[in-house]
């Protein structure tokens, strides 16, 4: 049962332009949400993140939307650059004492940015 | 500056082996986790630790165990390994029990077994 889903396993966009990236929940009890960014042959490294009670966090080029009566969240990047081109993990949490800060991660998209 | 090393970039096993994946954190984390992460599938999680000696399964320890005798070191043993078990592992750590908590990566280890 796949509780976060990237339902695009990639992405082509030209430098410049707006990189948009999905992704979809299913677990209500998920409060706080993740974006990764993964290089080949190195680990995960912590993108943005928004929590529940907000809709919108910025920074910088990276914009990070929640809809939660969707349960949709979506990462865009503008302008997007040719070091942009990495796979994007989307991962969630649900919080609570019992936690421990797990994260759910979705299946990444591989974003590719064309000069 | 957080800082997770993994033993080894690259391992080649043969089938039936047992394979020790060492983690290692310098920033006094509580909680210490080991990922799988295959094409299609994302990251998923094999264990993780909370606390010294202390481990909770994620959702596929089957064939894995854990070990976690100092706070900063976290280890995960392949019991008897299969071909199944070529993968990357990653491994990371993060500070708190709250809900958000960003969690840092190590490199991964490439395991191979043939």
């Known amino acids: 049962d796949q509780q976060v889903k990237q339902n695009s396993p990639s992405l082509s966009v030209q430098e410049g332009r707006i990189s948009i990236l999905n992704c979809d929940y299913t677990n209500s009890m998920f409060d706080y949400f993740l974006w990764y960014k993964k290089y080949p042959a190195e680990g995960p490294t912590f993108l943005i993140s928004i929590s529940s009670i907000k809709d919108k966090n910025e920074d910088g080029r990276f914009t990070v939307f929640l809809n939660k009566s969707a349960k949709h969240l979506s990462l865009h990047i503008v302008p997007s650059q040719p070091g942009d081109s990495a796979v994007y993990f989307c991962a969630a949490s649900a919080g609570g004492g019992t936690s421990y800060g797990k994260l759910t991660f979705g299946q990444g998209t591989i974003l590719t940015v064309h000069p | 500056d957080v800082k997770v090393t993994q033993s080894s970039r690259y391992l080649v096993k043969r089938t039936g082996e047992k394979v020790f994946l060492e983690c290692v954190q310098d920033m006094d984390h509580e909680n210490m986790f080991w990922y799988r992460q295959d094409p299609g599938l994302g990251l998923r999680l094999i264990y993780f630790?909370?606390?010294?000696?202390?481990?909770e399964k994620g959702d596929i320890p089957e064939g894995y165990s854990v070990s976690r005798e100092k706070k900063e070191r976290f280890s995960l043993i392949l019991e008897s390994a299969s071909t199944n078990q070529t993968s990357m592992y990653l491994c990371?750590?993060?500070?708190?029990?709250?809900?958000?908590?960003?969690?840092?990566f190590g490199p991964g280890t490439r395991l191979t077994v043939l």
């Open positions: 990371a750590s993060s500070l708190a029990s709250g809900s958000g908590d960003e969690q840092f």
């Open positions: 630790s909370y606390d010294v000696k202390m481990k």
